[in-house]
């Protein structure tokens, strides 16, 4: 599925949308883990938790869920928040 | 993620041998017995907003910056592996991502990202803790290549075993429940998050180990880290406190003395301290700071070959705790007697209206003769001093604010 990538982890894929397998939003950020290393952590800490400042959105739906399913076609958009002003 | 720097911006350093002295004085310990030229000194700088190297020429005149390395990074610390003169480790996080370890093996030509970055064991039951920044990094012992340690916010202690490209827990106490109850709350710790600092690694014994917690106090470990014994005799706390709670304990920053590493100082939140091993119990050698100016401040610096002689430089701890100048007019103090008497060092700096402060790692020494001491300040400078802080001269300006400066040597 596509994975559109924040600007601030560009440095890890060099590209704004990336390709990556899986069933769940977690699934995704494991394989975008494999393809980039470290990123994954950037993101989610270890007690597997979204950072406080990243926001993750199926489509134009946010979740907060890691376990969340995806569907064929499905889109997964990492945004970094608005935190900060 | 991996990333290059701008071709040619910065020297390649020689290699360096590790010893028992501190890591400016091993370079210039395997130097001599290279037969090397002069030295020069380079000046690692950590920032709210990335890293510098500072290089300066053999005679410590002219300095020259070579950054941003990773800019808008939050760099707590940079330190150069003195074992071999070419890693860099870099702890750092932003605003928006989580905190990771950048690392270049060729001086900073070339970063990459630890492939395992310090972080708790996961907890099931969701009481887990979760890093949010690497604060402090420290080489390991000389005979260790490739050993370092890293202490976190919250407090945490983690070691690499292979040059920081992964790291693991380091202790036990890291998920002990004493010292997390010792650790206390976000709210017991610094402005920006409790730490654990001031690593130190005993030059004569690996498994000789000392760390500091803000807060929770000093304390000390004889197996490599395995377990750990409190080191808080004679310190105060804050008026109020019981002092038998290592809770309330605040060590700003601990240092060993390179010539005589059974001599540790503290500067802490309560003053500064004087301990020679196997003693246990700190002395406060602050008492003998002018009145008027106090012995508060965050970071304390020992001369490489002189364990009487240090540096401190003191800031306002009065009424609401201003962390400025004393005065707005900031000076280094120096004790050439183990801290029975200390000397004001004030000239070239600010004489008046300067209200910054130096954080806990934003000084260091050098270890050529006489000894060059450097610091950075909250507002972005470097003061430099060629003559044991006898003159100071700003050496950079316009910096983001400086969290860490580290001096270090490289061959000619």
Same mark, same amino acid.
């Given at each position: 599925?596509?994975?559109?990538?924040?600007?601030?982890?560009?440095?890890?894929?060099?590209?704004?949308?990336?390709?990556?397998? =899986?069933?769940?939003? =977690?699934?995704?950020?494991?394989?975008?883990?494999?393809?980039?290393? =470290?990123?994954?952590?950037?993101?989610?800490?270890?007690?597997?938790?979204?950072?406080?400042?990243?926001?993750?959105?199926?489509?134009?739906?946010?979740?907060?869920?890691?376990?969340?399913?995806?569907?064929?076609?499905?889109?997964?958009?990492?945004?970094?928040?608005?935190? =900060?002003? | 993620?991996?990333?290059?720097?701008?071709?040619?911006?910065?020297?390649? %350093?020689?290699?360096l041998?590790a010893g028992g002295e501190s890591p400016a004085q091993r370079g210039a310990t395997a130097r001599k017995a290279?037969?090397?030229?002069p030295a020069?000194t380079?000046l690692? #700088?950590?920032?709210?907003?990335?890293?510098?190297?500072?290089? *300066?020429?053999? +005679?410590r005149?002219?300095?020259? +910056?070579?950054?941003?390395? $990773?800019?808008?990074?939050? /760099?707590?610390?940079?330190?150069?592996?003195p074992?071999?003169?070419?890693?860099?480790?870099?702890? @750092?996080?932003?605003?928006?991502?989580?905190?990771?370890?950048?690392?270049?093996?060729?001086?900073?030509?070339?970063?990459? !990202?630890?492939?395992?970055?310090?972080?708790?064991?996961?907890?099931?039951? %969701?009481?887990?803790?979760?890093?949010?920044?690497? $604060?402090?990094?420290?080489?390991?012992?000389a005979?260790?290549? *490739?050993?370092?340690?890293?202490?976190?916010?919250?407090?945490?202690?983690?070691?690499?075993?292979?040059?920081?490209?992964?790291?693991?827990?380091?202790?036990? &106490?890291?998920?002990?429940?004493?010292? &997390? @109850?010792?650790?206390?709350? /976000?709210?017991?710790?610094?402005?920006?998050?409790?730490?654990?600092?001031s690593?130190i690694v005993d030059p004569r014994?690996?498994?000789h180990?000392y760390?500091?917690?803000?807060?929770?106090? #000093?304390?000390?470990?004889?197996?490599?880290?395995?377990? $750990?014994?409190?080191?808080?005799?004679?310190? !105060? /706390?804050?008026?109020?406190?019981?002092?038998?709670?290592?809770?309330?304990?605040?060590?700003?920053c601990i240092r060993i003395a390179p010539s005589n590493p059974d001599r540790l100082y503290q500067q802490n939140?309560?003053g500064i301290y004087r301990l020679d091993r196997p003693g246990?119990?700190w002395t406060r050698i602050g008492r003998s700071m002018?009145?008027? /100016? *106090?012995d508060?401040g $965050?970071n304390i610096t020992v001369h490489p070959r002189d364990a009487d002689t240090c540096w401190v430089l003191p800031?306002?701890?009065?009424?609401?705790?201003?962390?400025?100048?004393?005065?707005?007019?900031?000076a280094v103090y120096v004790t050439r007697n183990g801290g029975k008497t200390w000397q004001r060092q004030d000239r070239?700096?600010?004489?008046?209206?300067?209200?910054?402060?130096v954080?806990r790692q934003a000084m260091s020494a050098d270890a050529r003769d006489p000894i060059g001491l450097y610091f950075?300040?909250?507002? *972005?400078?470097?003061w430099a001093s060629r003559d044991e802080g006898a003159s100071w001269?700003? &050496?950079?300006?316009?910096?983001?604010?400086?969290?860490?400066v580290e001096a270090a040597e490289?061959? @000619?």
């Amino acid at each position: 599925m596509r994975v559109l990538i924040p600007s601030p982890l560009r440095s890890y894929t060099r590209e704004a949308w990336v390709q990556a397998q =899986g069933a769940t939003v =977690g699934e995704v950020l494991d394989d975008l883990d494999r393809r980039y290393p =470290g990123i994954r952590f950037r993101m989610i800490d270890e007690q597997q938790r979204m950072r406080r400042h990243l926001r993750f959105f199926v489509n134009d739906t946010q979740t907060f869920d890691l376990a969340q399913p995806l569907a064929e076609g499905d889109e997964l958009l990492i945004v970094q928040a608005l935190s =900060g002003g | 993620m991996t990333t290059k720097k701008k071709p040619g911006s910065a020297t390649g %350093g020689r290699g360096l041998r590790a010893g028992g002295e501190s890591p400016a004085q091993r370079g210039a310990t395997a130097r001599k017995a290279r037969g090397d030229g002069p030295a020069s000194t380079v000046l690692l #700088v950590a920032t709210r907003k990335g890293a510098w190297l500072i290089h *300066g020429d053999a +005679a410590r005149r002219a300095w020259r +910056a070579d950054g941003p390395h $990773f800019l808008g990074h939050i /760099v707590n610390h940079l330190v150069l592996d003195p074992r071999n003169g070419r890693t860099l480790l870099a702890a @750092a996080k932003t605003g928006h991502l989580g905190p990771t370890v950048l690392r270049s093996t060729d001086f900073g030509k070339t970063w990459q !990202e630890a492939k395992k970055p310090p972080a708790f064991a996961k907890k099931a039951d %969701g009481s887990g803790r979760s890093v949010d920044h690497t $604060f402090w990094l420290t080489p390991g012992h000389a005979s260790q290549p *490739g050993v370092w340690y890293a202490g976190t916010s919250p407090q945490g202690l983690f070691r690499s075993d292979d040059d920081g490209l992964t790291w693991a827990s380091a202790s036990a &106490i890291n998920d002990d429940p004493q010292y &997390i @109850a010792w650790m206390g709350t /976000v709210q017991d710790g610094t402005p920006d998050g409790p730490k654990m600092h001031s690593i130190i690694v005993d030059p004569r014994d690996p498994q000789h180990l000392y760390f500091g917690m803000s807060g929770g106090g #000093v304390h000390e470990s004889r197996d490599g880290g395995r377990t $750990f014994s409190l080191l808080i005799d004679g310190l !105060e /706390v804050v008026e109020g406190f019981p002092k038998n709670d290592p809770a309330v304990h605040d060590p700003h920053c601990i240092r060993i003395a390179p010539s005589n590493p059974d001599r540790l100082y503290q500067q802490n939140h309560c003053g500064i301290y004087r301990l020679d091993r196997p003693g246990t119990t700190w002395t406060r050698i602050g008492r003998s700071m002018p009145k008027k /100016v *106090g012995d508060v401040g $965050f970071n304390i610096t020992v001369h490489p070959r002189d364990a009487d002689t240090c540096w401190v430089l003191p800031m306002d701890g009065r009424t609401v705790w201003p962390r400025t100048s004393p005065d707005g007019r900031p000076a280094v103090y120096v004790t050439r007697n183990g801290g029975k008497t200390w000397q004001r060092q004030d000239r070239g700096l600010p004489a008046e209206q300067a209200w910054w402060t130096v954080k806990r790692q934003a000084m260091s020494a050098d270890a050529r003769d006489p000894i060059g001491l450097y610091f950075g300040t909250t507002q *972005g400078e470097i003061w430099a001093s060629r003559d044991e802080g006898a003159s100071w001269r700003c &050496i950079a300006r316009h910096l983001p604010e400086i969290y860490a400066v580290e001096a270090a040597e490289l061959g @000619a």
